[in-house]
Each structure stands twice: as C-alpha cells, then as structure tokens.
C-alpha cells in the first residue's frame, strides 16, 4: 500500500481527539455528531458543550454542559450511528435497511463495489466500513484499490458529491470509497480509471478493460437507489462480474416491476424482492406497585390463578414479583422504507 498518510483508525482510538468526528449521544433517537475543533461550542437543548472539554476524554465519558446541567454521552464515529444523525441532503438508507443491503451484497473486505446514486452518502459509508481493511491511506492507488477493496459511488448533483467526498475523507474513509460526479444512466458505472486512458501504457488497466469487453464484468456487486434504476441496467450488466450482484432499493412495487422486466430482457436473473420491517421496543423494568389483579398461589387450594382478592396476599409477596419488564413498541418509528431486490449476472 502506498504511503500512509494519516492514520485515523477511529475504532482503535480510546480518546476523542482534536479533528475527529464524534458522536454525542442521548438515546436511540437522539444523538448529533460533531467534528472537533478547539475553541468551538455546540449548543444543544441540554445545553452549550466547549468542544475543548470534549477532547481528550476517552470514549463512553458522561461529557457535561457548561453549566454543568446537562449531559451527553461521548461515543466514536461508527457508521450505524452516523446514519441516525448524518445531516440529510436527500432520503437516505436506514440501518436496518443497511444490514440487509449489505448482506445481499456479501460485502467483506477485499471486494468491488459500485453504487448509485451516492445521495447523502449513508450507505456508501456503511459499505466502505464493512470492505476497508484499515483506514490508513486517504489516497489509494488504482492497484490498492483492487488489492484492499473499494466501493465507487456515482452522483450526479455536484455539490451533493463534494459533500459526500469531504464526509468520507473526516470519517478516514476514503481509502475504500471514491466519489465521482456522473449520470451514470448514460455514462455508466465503470470507474474513471477504465474510461479514457492510454490503455497500450498500462497493462493492468489494458487487461481489465479486455475482460469487461469480453462480458467479464468488475465489481463483485453493484447498488442501484436511482429514481429510475431500470435505465441504468444495461451499464449495471457490463460493469458487474459474472455471478455477481446487482441489489436495487425502490420504494413502490410498481419500480420493481419495472426492474424486472428489463432485467429480463437483458439477461439477469431476477432474484427475491424484501421489505425490510423494523419494530424497535422500548423494553425495561420498573418496580410496580401490586396491579389490581394478579396472579398469585390461591391462599385456599394453592393453584395459580389471577385473583382479585387475594391482594391481601400482596405483603407476603416475593420482592422478584414486584419487578415487571416492561415492553411496549417504540411509538414513533419507520415501518415502509423500500423493496430490495436482487439480480444475478
Ligand atoms: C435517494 S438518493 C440516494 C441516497 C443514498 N442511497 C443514501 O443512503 O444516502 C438518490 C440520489 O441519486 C442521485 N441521482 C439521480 N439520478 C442520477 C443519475 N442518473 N446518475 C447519478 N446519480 C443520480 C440523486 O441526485 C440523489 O442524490
């Protein structure tokens, strides 16, 4: 690998360091994230946080407002919390549909990933975690690229692709994602390093430009969330490798058909289409006072049974029967999202 530039291996760091992305955590649904810089201040409705007193505590710290009335909890950057509080600039895919997508994909490191459009660059942070082996090396060769794994994402918005390339670069992630501005409906997905060059200089790009001529294809799997995916198939078709995979995300069914039909006529194999439901609970235990019912050894003939008036029993209870978990779903929470189908080459 070529020279390493910046060693920004967040998930081995143990203090929050000066120029790093952070995460300030409340709960599940409430969470921000903030690059460090000394002299800023972030204000929350817990409060006004100096990011100089944020610096140099070690990860999981309580970090407390300035005046000392609120708090949050310090965590490192990782990419599930990062979708839950990244700064929208389009929809964006949700973890849980994350999981899926990258199951589907079978994204491990070492592997070639193409994806588009790159909108808010949520997913392609997750697929760059999942396939770089270190964040080491912010500018990788074309070789090291191949060597180590690598996601090219496609936009089309420009400044929606410069924020995407500057996110990445904070997060030490570009050395496994590179972001190109593109219409990949009628430029395709294959990366710039394959598309007019002197191909007679170089033999490795010469040999894999003969392969996907050949129909051999390159990425290991291609993600398609376009508005229209089904017109980027013909470019998904050449660029993916045989027995490779191509996962579309659509919201409506009606996309999905459409999908199908020109993945057939093209050749792909329609794989299964699934929509992933997600139901967060609240679960948690509380010590209750004695219900008005409950169900208890009958005092006459020892059998259990819910019995109302056996609440004079309630003083010689187990103190384990006072404890109830309790669960309830969360009320407010994502249930369609989109379909996600496969396709085989
Ligand atoms: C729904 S967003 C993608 C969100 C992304 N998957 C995420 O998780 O953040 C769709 C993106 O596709 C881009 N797009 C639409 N048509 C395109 C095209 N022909 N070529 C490249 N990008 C395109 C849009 O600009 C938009 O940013």
Same mark, same amino acid.
Not at 72 to 90: A, K, N, V
Not at 192 to 215: A, F, P, T, V, Y
């Given at each position: ?153 496609f936009?089309y ?25 593109r219409d990949v409906y009628s430029n395709g ?42 017109l980027a198939?013909d470019h ?14 659509? @919201?409506? $069914?009606?996309?999905? %058909? ?5 993945? /057939?006529?093209?050749? !792909?194999?329609?794989?299964? *289409? ?40 309630? @003083?010689? $209870?187990?103190?384990? %029967? ?5 669960? /309830?779903?969360?009320? !407010?929470?994502?249930?369609? *999202? ?8």
């Amino acid at each position: 690998m070529s020279e390493i530039l910046f060693d920004v291996g967040i998930s081995d760091e143990v203090y929050a360091k000066e120029g790093m992305s952070v995460i300030l955590y409340v709960n599940p649904r409430m969470m921000f994230e903030i690059t460090l810089k000394e002299g800023d201040c972030f204000t929350a409705q817990y409060g006004a946080f100096r990011h100089n007193d944020i610096i140099g505590k070690p990860y999981g710290s309580k970090v407390l407002s300035q005046n000392k009335k609120g708090f949050m909890i310090l965590l490192p950057y990782f990419s599930e919390l990062w979708s839950s509080c990244l700064e929208t600039r389009t929809q964006i895919i949700f973890p849980s549909d994350i999981g899926a997508i990258l199951g589907l994909l079978d994204a491990r490191p070492g592997k070639l990933f193409a994806e588009s459009g790159t909108g808010s660059a949520s997913l392609t942070h997750a697929i760059a975690d999942s396939i770089g082996l270190k964040r080491q090396c912010l500018e990788p060769s074309f070789e090291d690229k191949l060597k180590y794994g690598h996601v090219f994402t496609f936009e089309y918005h420009s400044l929606r692709a410069d924020a995407a390339r500057a996110e990445l670069y904070k997060h030490g992630l570009a050395h496994s994602a590179t972001v190109t501005q593109r219409d990949v409906y009628s430029n395709g997905l294959l990366p710039n390093e394959l598309i007019d060059i002197d191909l007679k200089s170089n033999q490795l790009l010469s040999s894999l430009k003969e392969s996907i001529d050949k129909g051999e294809g390159f990425y290991d799997g291609i993600f398609l969330d376009l508005p229209s995916p089904w017109l980027a198939f013909d470019h998904a078709a050449q660029a993916v490798k045989k027995g490779g995979v191509i996962v579309t995300f659509s @919201p409506c $069914l009606e996309q999905c %058909l459409q999908n199908n039909e020109k993945a /057939r006529e093209i050749g !792909l194999i329609v794989g299964k *289409t699934v929509q992933i439901l997600n139901r967060e609970m609240d679960t948690k235990r509380s010590k209750m006072k004695a219900p008005c019912c409950f169900f208890v050894p009958s005092s006459t003939d020892g059998k259990r049974r819910w019995c109302c008036e056996e609440l004079d029993l309630k @003083p010689s $209870l187990p103190p384990e %029967l006072d404890v109830f978990t309790q669960t /309830r779903i969360c009320p !407010l929470q994502r249930t369609h *999202t989109g379909f996600l189908t496969t396709f085989y080459k």
